[in-house]
Structure formats: C-alpha cells, structure tokens
C-alpha cells in the first residue's frame, strides 16, 4: 500500500480503537464507594452487589460493610481479584473461618459472663464436633473400648459436663471399611459438612446454617443482582440475611429427614411427603404434642441446647434440658420466673435482635432450670403465662399443670410421659 | 590568485557551517536524505524504531503511573489496584505500560537477532553492539523491576528466585542483594529499592544509552548495509519526510496495537503478595521462564548466574575475538557469518525452547 494511503488508514484504525474505548470506559458502571464506621476503609463492593439485603439490624451495612466480615479486595472491580481473598467462599460463618470473620472481642468470641462467645460454645457444641455420634458408632463396630468421646470432626479442646478438661481429636480417616461407610454416608449433618444437593436437605455450613435461612429448592430470592434466582444451589441462602426468627424447616434441613441403617451403614431419606406441618414436622414413627406442631423449635430449644453451652458434652441428651414443665410447671410448682432489671439483661438483648417479640425492662419471664432466659415467654400481670412465636409473633396462652387436673407423677417429667395423654392425632 | 581565491572560497564555507546552527539530534538521526536500501521495511522490520517508540510510551505511561502508585507495603498492590479499576482510564494507562514493556522485550530481542543474522554488529559498528547488549540487560531488568512493583501474589515467587539468586553470586552477591533487597529478606524496604531502581537506577541510564544508541548509528554509517561496488550506480535515496512518514505509519500502527491490548487484555493483577504464603507453583515472568528451566538443572549460581552471563559476555566479545572481518555486514544470512548465524539460531531456539517448556509445564 503507498504510504499516502497507509498513513491516513493508519489514523483511522488508531481513531476506531480510541473511540471503542472511549464508549466502553463511557458506558463502564460507576464505580459505589462504602466506608464502613468500623473500619474507615472505602470498599467498592457495592458496584455490583448494589441492591444485596442488609445482613442483619445488628451488623448494619453502613457500620460493618463488606470486607470485615467477608474478606475479599476492597479496591478491585474484579470478579476474580475482588473475591480471590474471600475468607470462606460467600459464608465467612464456615467454622473453618469463623474465628477470623466472625470473632474478636467485641464480636462474636467475647467472654462467657458476657453471653458473647459464641464461636467457642459452637465449636464445642455436638453439632459441630458429632463427638456422640462418631462414639456410638466407633464403640458399636469394636472401633473403641467404651462410649467416651475421643474424636470429633476438628481437634478441639475444652471440659466436660463434669467440669473435667477434654480434648476431641480430628477424626482420622477410617480403615475398618464399615467406618469408611459410615464416614461417607453418615457424616452429613454436622456444621462443617455441606448439605446434601437435593430439596430440603439445603443450607448452609457454619453459624449460617441455622441464622440463614434456605428454602427447599436452594434458590435465592433476593435483590442482589449478582446471584442467579431460580437457580437451585446446594448451599445457598435464600437471601443475604442472618436470623434469630428461625422456623421449624430450617431444622428439619438436618434433622427429620430419615434414619441411618447401621447395617448397611446408609441414610435412608424418609419417603413420606407431607403437605402439612403436623406430618413435616416430625418423622411418621414420632409423637408429639400440639404446641411442639404449632411452635418452632426455637421456641422451647434454648440457645445453650442449640449452640451449645462451652461444654463437650457427649451427645445430644446430655446438652438438651428443657422439658414441658420448664413453661407448664408442675402438679406443685409454677414455672421459674424473674424480672428483667438490668437493661444490659441477655433476655432484652436477644429480643431487640428478633423483633417479633415485644419485651421491655420490667416485664417478667419464664427461666430454665439452668437460669436462662425463655425471652418469648412472659408472666403477664393477671398472672397467666403467655409465649410469642420467635418465628410469626402469634401468641399463644401456656396452659399450666398447677390447679389443672393432670394426672402427672412428680418424677415423672419427660416428653414421653407428656405425650401418654397429650399426644396429637397423626 | 586562484589558488588563494579557492582558500578563501574554502575558508567562508567552513565558517559559514560553523556560524550556522549545529543540527539537532532529530536532523542527526534524520538526514536529509538516506539510501533506500537501508530503510527497507524487509531490511530491518523496523524493529529498533519500534523499540524506541515502545520505550517513549513506556516513559509517558510510567510519568502518569506516578501520579498514583505508592512503594510501600499496603500501598503497593492497593494503590495499583485504585490506579486500574478507579482512576478515570486508569487502568488503560496501565494496560499501556504493560503491553508497551513486553512488546519492548520481544522487539529488542527480536532486533538482536536481526543484528545478528545481517551482520549488523561488525566492524565500525561493535561499539554500538555493545552498548545495544547493556540496553538489552538493561530493559530485561526494567521489565523484571515493573513486574515486581505489582507486588501481587503472581509475582512472589519470581521476586523470592530472582533475589536470592543475586545471593548466591561470589563475593559481590550479598551486596547486590542488600541493593535491590535493602535487608535481610524482601519487605518494605524492598519495595523503595525496586521503585528507585526501576525509575532513576534503570529507566533514566536506558534513556541515556538509547540516546547514545542512536547516536551511534549514524556516527557509524547508517544502519548497516553492503558496501557499495565500483562501477554500480548510485543507489536510490529516501527524503527526510519519507522517512518520518514511515516512522509515523509505524507508530500509529503500533499505538493501535497497544491500545486494543491494554483494553481488550488487561494485565493481570493479583491480591498483594504475601511471601509468609506463597503460591503453591513457582511462576517467572514469561520472558525468564527459560531462566527458571535452567535452574532446574542443578547449581542457581550456575544455571542461574553463570550461563546467563556467558551468554550475555559470548555475545559481547563476539564482533572482537571470534568474527572479527566486516566481510557480510549488513546482509541477511551473508555466507561470512555462518558461525554467528548457527549462534543467533541456536541461542534463540534454545531460549525459545525452554521457554514453551517452562510455559507448558
């Protein structure tokens, strides 16, 4: 080509690659800058999470932001390089990660006294460490000599309920091929497994596979318009939001979905598929009474029997303690009650973070034998005991034992003897 | 008469000449006119021009990278990060600077080999083989210094190999590496050495020597072509506006190059390093990789040091010791310089040969 020619086509192309350019830095998003309070350092995440759900009043956006909790870039607009130093994928809850997102002191591995160690109680708890479960199992098939807890699914360190040190060991892989089996098949619901890829199996791992809630397709259903909706996820959150207001098939995610055969070292997902909340809630083979159908497990199961109390204990029969006459009472006594005076009280705390329950200074609760506060359930003036659901804030009035015909024996306190004559219809 | 008339004709010529400007270094580097032979396209690939306007864009984009970038810990890897996603074209500046250096490496490289196979290094023009060898080392490790002023995790490794390799050098290592390290292991200080090494230790003494360079090109003749033979008319010539046109074409081509890359490829760019977790896969900058297959091979002061320098000091003492006639100067694959031919050759397909490996691996 002359050079006459050339240089002006030259020119042109040069021209044509500066305004393709110029369009694509035009039409470019705006970069949305968030300085959090806590952190005082702007973050850009926003620019395509613009419309994501608060994660909850207690961790306003606007204090903690993003990157405090989630890790990841706060400067890049780089799908990769912002999410390439995420701390635990979208759930900085994982207990892989937790101490480092989650804890601190004045976060969430504060001390005991202030009802702010939360990571350590979960860790400790039987949730996280399956100690009772991998036991039985491991004493069962001659894998150890006794029931004692000797393995859990991380190395963890602590006491026992008899207040002796104790110290879980990280399960090592199994040899025997039934343990093999059984850590394959069986090892499915602790909160460090991910769940099952199929409906109602689906939740998240960590503090967020309680607090998040997921529905039985996995789908999300925010405003985020990064995450796909509709789009089935095998730990996905329906929304970006953490809850205390948790429903009864959050639970269900793990528990009442079907049976282990230890013989064939399998679980057998429960095949019935009910359409009502008397039969989903609880197995077929299980009885229960009406207010464990029309409450949620939150409203009787006490944070320490759900998180755990710092304790190791050995299975789930030795964390959980509350029983019918912790709110019912018995043939001779009322329930225990006290009245919140502090305004710090850990009643008032917990329910300002669920604000479907009304509670104030002054007003009157019902305390487990351990002395933890049931915060949605009050002794109102007339002397009647009334329980909000934690979940859709309906009340409900507690009907009590002392004056009422039952024909309970004083040592006689467990559901099952409950269920004899309370027992719904199925 | 006459003979004083032409003295004195002599004498007003020579002092009109000294009385009239001296021509600037654009006219030096531009006469009037040239012979076209030496500025055929095919002769030469323009591949020193482009050098040079490669190295120019480099000097802009890194003046405008300034303006933002901070040699320090948190800032290094933050700063670049606000530079190419927040400053408006930022990250086009960027984009520039880094396609500009690589293209610089590839041409200066190719532009050796050119050299090598038309004879270009010969005498008159050793001297100026020379100083071209120092400016290929030195844009080698402007490239290296530019690469580890990302201070990402990408470049961790490389920095950790390339710094302790100054190490193991004899005596004079653990001074070198003081130099460019400024401590016992890479850190803060690590990060001012680089920057002032890649700006006043490297970028500024290149300049210089490319200034030089080219200076030289013509002190010498031009660029390097067959001598002419007796009884052969004279050759075609080029204007000096040819000639800047060509330079022009050349450079519009270019910049449409650079820009379509910086956009359309970004350079990469990782989390800041952190040597106390480097990557799992040792990763060089791709014009080293051949560096770091030799190292596999045994010895890093050997593979690592030593070969390298030979080569580079074979090469330097070539046009002295080994070819030392100007026979073939300036023609392509002439028959009197098969030995640096079967050189150039061989030193390029081994290079290139490590590198696929390395890259491949």
Known sequence: MKLRLALPAAAVVLALVLGWVAWRTVTAP????????????????????????????????????????????????????????????????????????????????????????????????????????????????????????????????????????????????????????????????????????????????????????????????????????????????????????????????????????????????????????????????????????????????????????????????????????????????????????????????????????????????????????????????????????????????????????????????????????????? | MVTNNTTELVQISHNEACMSPRPSFFSHLHPPTLPAREARFRHTFGLGGIALFVFLVLCLTGALELFYYEPSLTGANASLQTLTFLVPLGGLVRGLHYWAAQLLVATVGLHLLRVMLTGAYKLPRRFNWLLGLGLLVGVLLLDFTGYALRWDTHISWALLVGTNLLKTIPVVGPVLYGMVVGGPELGASSLIRLYAWHIFGLAVPVFIVIAWHLFRVRRDGGIAHPSATAGEPAPARLTRAELVQREGLAALVVSAGLVLLAAAAPPALGPAADFAALPVRPTAPWFFIWVQELLRLGEPVVWGVLVPAGILAVLALWPYIVDRRPDGAGQWFSRHGRATQWLALGLAAILVGLTLRGALR
């Open chain 1, 30 to 426: 705006r970069p949305v800058a968030l300085t959090p309070s806590l952190t005082g350092q702007t973050e850009y995440c926003l620019t395509c999470h613009q419309g994501i759900e608060q994660i909850s009043a207690a961790h306003p956006t606007s204090v903690f932001g993003c990157v405090r909790c989630h890790g990841g870039e706060p400067l890049a607009l780089d799908k990769t390089l912002a999410h390439s130093t995420l701390r635990g994928g979208a759930n900085p809850s994982d207990l892989a990660v937790v101490q480092q997102n989650c804890g601190g002191a004045a976060c969430h591995s504060g001390t005991a006294a202030d009802q702010n160690d939360h990571i350590a109680r979960v860790m400790t708890s039987v949730q996280a460490t399956y100690a009772g479960a991998i036991a039985n199992v491991y004493y069962a098939f001659g894998a150890q000599p006794d029931l004692a807890t000797r393995f859990g699914i991380f190395a963890v360190a602590g006491v026992d309920p008899a207040g002796q040190p104790h110290a879980l060991a990280a399960l090592p892989p199994a040899i025997q091929p039934v343990l093999q089996k059984f850590q394959i098949n069986c090892l499915t619901c602790h909160l460090s497994a991910p769940a099952k890829n199929s409906a109602g199996f689906r939740r998240l791992t960590g503090c967020a596979g309680c607090h998040s809630l997921s529905n039985a397709a996995g789908t999300y259903t925010g405003t985020d318009p990064t995450l796909a909706r509709n789009q089935p996820g095998q730990t996905q959150a329906q929304t970006h939001t953490l809850t205390t207001a948790i429903p009864y098939n959050q639970c269900n995610a793990c528990h009442n979905r079907g049976n282990y055969d230890l013989r064939t070292m399998t679980f057998n997902v429960r095949t019935d598929q009910p359409t009502d909340r008397l039969h989903d809630y609880y197995q077929p083979i299980a009885q229960c009474t009406k207010c464990e159908v029309e409450l949620d497990c939150v409203d009787c199961h006490t944070a320490d029997e759900a998180m755990g109390d710092g304790t190791l204990h050995p299975n789930e029969a030795s964390i959980q303690y509350v029983e019918c006459r912790t709110c019912h009472g018995t043939l001779t006594q009322p329930p225990q009650t006290k009245t919140i005076t502090d305004p710090n009280d850990i009643a008032l705390r917990r329910a300002a973070l669920n604000t479907t329950v009304p509670l104030k200074l002054g007003d009157t609760i019902v305390v487990t034998s351990k002395g933890e506060p049931l915060w949605s359930v009050q002794r109102l003036p007339d002397g009647s005991y009334r329980q909000v659901s934690k979940v859709t804030g309906a009340t409900y009035t507690i009907p009590q034992v002392l004056g009422s015909k039952c024909l309970q024996k004083p040592d006689e306190q467990a559901s099952s003897y409950c269920h004899a004559c309370h027992a719904v219809q199925r």
